[in-house]
């Protein structure tokens, strides 16, 4: 299984999303939160299993939820950019890979 690491931008995204989830519904963000750790469980294991996309990354969709989580393989580790809501402009999160 490949290591994965988060950019601090990506954890925050992943936490303000737990937490508009849970406050949208309860048990939403744990839900929520609960995709997110399964997608990148997928990605440790299949980290080239995600769609080749922008910068040389690569995206997953997060089961039940319109996000996507970018992330780059390097060094045979896997970095998450971004937990991207489908609804952002597709690229916002480019500068964080170059």
Do not use: C, Q
Not at 26 to 50: E, K, M, Q, W
Not at 58 to 69: D, E, M, N, Q
Not at 72 to 88: E, F, K, N, S, W
């Amino acid at each position: 299984m490949t290591r994965v690491r988060f950019l601090p931008a990506a954890e925050i995204e992943l936490l303000r999303e737990v937490a508009y989830y849970s406050k949208a519904r309860s048990g939403t963000g744990v839900r929520f939160n609960a995709a997110v750790l399964a997608a990148v469980s997928r990605i440790a294991h299949h980290p080239r299993g995600g769609a080749p996309s922008y910068l040389g990354t690569r995206s997953t969709l997060v089961k039940g939820f319109p996000f996507s989580i970018v992330y780059r393989v390097a060094d045979g580790d896997v970095l998450v950019v971004a937990i991207a809501p489908h609804r952002m402009r597709p690229d916002y999160w480019a500068s964080r890979v170059t």
